[in-house]
């Protein structure tokens, strides 16, 4: 027998329409973060730059105080990975919880939502 499978889309932001749907393509002339897996013990984080600009990507927790600071300064456009291990600015494995990752390119955001787990 064949296995099935369904694709769920964690949100409306993961569909793009273009005459199709599809999930996850990321249109190279538009700012764009994903961040993944979620929940995750350490975090993948991807952003898409579609010109040059001044970039701050931190990691926030539900308080709204910066935890860590994974991009900062001018990038030239392109596609960029960052990994997010659960320490914050100081070294120290921050708690488990929902963090908030917010991309800051120029005049545009963007933001995202993890459940981190620790051991």
Not at 51 to 72: C, K, P, T
Request: charged share 20%; proline share 7%.
């Amino acid at each position: 027998s064949t296995p099935s499978f369904r694709v769920c889309p964690r949100d409306a932001g993961d569909i793009t329409i273009k005459g199709s749907a599809g999930v996850g393509t990321p249109d190279p002339a538009a700012l764009s973060l994903s961040v993944f897996p979620n929940p995750a013990r350490r975090v993948n984080v991807n952003f898409t730059l579609p010109h040059a600009a001044n970039v701050q990507l931190g990691v926030f927790d539900i308080s709204g105080r910066r935890v860590a600071l994974l991009a900062s300064g001018n990038l030239p456009g392109g596609s960029y990975q960052r990994v997010w291990n659960g320490l914050d600015e100081n070294g120290s494995r921050v708690r488990s919880g929902v963090y908030f990752y917010r991309l800051r390119a120029g005049a545009e955001v963007r933001t995202a939502t993890v459940v981190l787990l620790n051991d």
